[in-house]
């Protein structure tokens, strides 16, 4: 069965710090990864995503994830923290195709000190 | 920008009572989702829809119905509320791509 574990609840970062947030997913196919962002009382942000081809992938806001088959994971980084990207950090995983429809992990939840 | 809109941010209702929690997209997507939000439990799909009047359980659909009789409307109904379905609940939209849209969540509280 498809499932995501992202083994950390809570990260707490120095601002300007870098960050890494994993994720280890189970999926029998080549699967699709997403990272969503929720800042506190809003809904869910998609910060990237992984389809196939090169196993770094850019997104928004400064943050990247690497994708490694051999190590079942999609962890999410940024190289240098700003108090704005305090929020809770969920990894997904998905078949893709007309439905969409995503497994997503339990998030962590990332706290930012000055 | 896609906008989906939940019509209550917060809702408090009593054990036994009705709920229908509304979700409106204004982007023409064929797929709708309602997710519940728990602590340490992330995001579960309760359901999902790929069409007007077509629906397929989630992975908790227990306790919970949905209705899609316009493309852009997704409600999810809580025939009889219990406690443990004090929840935050979110719903998501998408089109031809894998991004979801979601909107910005009811937040639930059965007494």
């Known amino acids: 069965a498809q499932s995501v574990t992202q083994p950390d609840i809570h990260i707490t970062v120095s601002e300007g710090a870098s960050l890494e947030l994993r994720c280890n997913y189970s999926?029998?196919?080549?699967?699709?990864l997403f990272w969503y962002v929720q800042s506190p009382g809003q809904g869910l942000q998609l910060l990237l995503k992984y389809f196939s081809g090169d196993t770094l992938v850019q997104g928004i806001k400064g943050f990247e994830a690497e994708f490694k088959r051999s190590q079942s994971s999609f962890n999410l980084r940024k190289p240098s923290v700003h108090w704005s990207d305090a929020a809770e950090y969920f990894c997904a995983v998905g078949a893709g195709g007309a439905t969409n429809k995503l497994i997503f992990g339990t998030g962590t939840l990332l706290a930012v000190q000055p | 920008d896609v906008k989906v809109t939940q019509s209550s941010r917060y809702l408090v209702k009593r054990t036994g009572e009705k709920v229908f929690l509304e979700c409106v997209q204004d982007m023409d997507h064929e797929n709708m989702f309602w997710y519940r939000q728990d602590p340490g439990l992330g995001l579960r799909l309760i359901y999902f829809s790929y069409d007007v009047k077509m629906k397929e359980k989630g992975d908790i659909p227990e306790g919970y119905s949905v209705s899609r009789e316009k493309k852009e409307r997704f409600s999810l109904i809580l025939e009889s509320a219990s406690t443990n379905q004090t929840s935050m609940y979110l719903c998501a939209s998408s089109g031809t791509t894998e991004k979801l849209f979601f909107g910005s969540g009811t937040q639930l509280s059965v007494l």
């Open positions: 999926y029998g196919a080549t699967p699709y």
